[in-house]
């Protein structure tokens, strides 16, 4: 039994204009889908990470209980296991890899849900950071397939500020020697640390620095932390898939397609979801103040920010117990509303 | 005439333990010293700035008026013009330069004042983010010949969090190919840029780029502000003496002496000024929290924050007319107490 599965796409056309001779889509479910085929919920991956890295919030206690849903991980296109830089073969290969946009991702999460489930409706698109964006482009180019979504530390339409920050992070990686100008062509070492350490400045608060949480988590000083979790985090990731994936989230607006021709205000319109809109009070990139901004064209939004010290993180709270309860607590409400 | 003057300091003694055979200090001053040496101001220059790029803050209708005061900018350490890895020769040259720390700089600019001009007691000791580093270790390790101090965006210890984002910038330069492990071989352009680019996100605010205020200031797009404004900053800066002066900001710290020992309480303590600790509402690495913190330590300091959505740059508002004229009223009101 292989640990996840795959859906390929033969002739997959992408939004930006090129044509995957054929797209692999990476999956991993949870659960049973009930013979309705109306408890599915559809759970997409954040920056950089892959099924197993999110999973741990699927658990008959946790914020997604698989013993009540269905519950699919979907791997987004250049995460190394969906297709992705460092698994494309020529002509696509290596450094030459077209551009995938949430359009990519939602349209190929569509075929799965409909081609391999039968599944028309979702009960609850949820997702974190990238993955909300995600479940974002669902509310709005399939408004009668998403009952409820829930969009946690994320933006609709990545923000100039978001945008500056991922292109600090950009520099960074492609100012390595093994950068050559449009691929690496080794492993760049260098580069994947100062990006770890960029990361590491804006994905928490400077409350959690503060309040040295670091020390909390069994590090044993903030050297340790950066070394440790975030030169650790990039250094097992391909670098091209890196890149691929940032200029997902640069590229990332769900008014930028065909049926919203860059509307912002009609995509957001469009949703027809309970949605809830969850930034945490201190991330530092998708803001509180943006997030507001964008529930109050979402109609039935309800924002909930997350009182936390933990930044971006307290979207993603495995090591943080408060802002777990308080994440569940919203979900529970969400599904049984 | 020469533009600016130099004092030579011979055997001078780092405070990490090296000495200068001929140490360097450049300076330049404005206006004219009194005859009892009574309205000397000293502005000592913030990270990669040399004293042209500071100086529009003086003037008869600036921030500081040279017909009232006699203003001394003195050059950090490893800015280009006081000593630096650019200009010192061996043993230290190129990339086997000592750290300075501000101890050192404040050591410095005390004998320039002394020995060439008699100065005992300064009527302001003025200073923006780093430079205001420099201003409070004056007011620690010289109590009683500091009258007044305008801290500016800044901070009397480094941040846990503000050392990180310093780490993301250490790491996008040095991730370079003209990084050798220890020294800038060659001019390391990507990495210089990367810098830039990391930079801008830091210090301005969310607000800046959702209000898109990069184009009030005459820059055609995003991209444009982020190369005309933030990679051409550091492209013109030799790349070793950023380092070092990164190192100093690190290290910072008033009580990191032997006077005080590490206790910080004590070090703030002691400071006798009038003191005006003026972070900027949004500013994202010397934030207002942290301020307000070290300001309550100080015995005679008014915390007095910025509003303002130019983040950082609230503190060096040389394209900010509202923030000019907060500070100029600040400033205007601890000189007349």
New interface residues.
């Given amino acids: 039994m292989p640990e996840y599965d795959i859906l390929t796409l033969p002739n997959f056309r992408l939004q930006r204009g090129l044509t995957l001779p054929e797209a692999r889509l990476a999956y991993k479910t949870y659960g049973s889908l009930n013979s309705a085929k109306s408890n599915a919920i559809l759970y997409p991956t954040s920056y950089g990470a892959q099924h197993p890295d999110i999973d741990w919030l699927i658990g008959p206690d946790g914020i997604l209980d698989p013993t009540r849903y269905f519950i699919i991980i979907p791997n987004m296109f250049g995460n190394g296991l969906s297709s992705s830089p460092s698994n494309l073969s020529e002509p696509f290969g290596g450094g030459r890899y077209p551009v995938f946009t949430h359009v990519d991702n939602v349209t190929a999460q569509r075929r799965l849900l409909t081609e391999v489930f039968g599944i028309e409706q979702l009960a609850l698109a949820y997702g974190w950071s990238m993955g909300a964006q995600q479940a974002l482009h669902w509310g709005a180019l399939y408004p009668e397939s998403v009952q409820r979504i829930a969009a946690v530390c994320s933006s609709a339409r990545t923000?100039?500020?978001n945008?500056?920050?991922l292109?600090?992070l950009?520099?960074?990686?492609?100012?390595?020697?093994a950068?050559t100008g449009d691929r690496f062509t080794a492993r760049?070492e260098?580069?994947l640390?100062?990006?770890?350490?960029?990361y590491?400045?804006?994905a928490?608060?400077?409350?959690?620095?503060?309040q040295?949480l670091y020390l909390e988590l069994g590090y044993s000083s903030?050297e340790d932390f950066?070394i440790r979790d975030w030169e650790a985090s990039f250094l097992r990731r391909d670098a091209n898939n890196l890149l691929s994936m940032l200029e997902t989230w640069k590229q990332s607006d769900i008014s930028d397609n065909d049926r919203y021709g860059g509307d912002l205000n009609a995509a957001l319109g469009a949703i027809q979801a309970k949605t809830l809109v969850m930034p945490a009070s201190t991330d530092?990139?998708f803001?509180a103040?943006?997030s507001q901004a964008e529930a109050r064209l979402i109609p039935q939004a309800q924002f909930r920010p997350i009182p936390s010290a933990w930044g971006h993180r307290a979207g993603n709270p495995s090591r943080s117990p408060v802002d777990q309860q308080f994440l569940k607590t919203a979900i529970a409400e969400l599904l049984s509303a």
């Fill in positions: 923000s100039p500020h945008l500056v920050f292109e600090g950009q520099g960074a990686l492609t100012a390595d020697p950068w760049p260098r580069g640390r100062a990006f770890g350490r960029i590491a400045g804006w928490l608060s400077q409350a959690f620095y503060r040295h903030l950066l530092l990139y803001t103040e943006d």
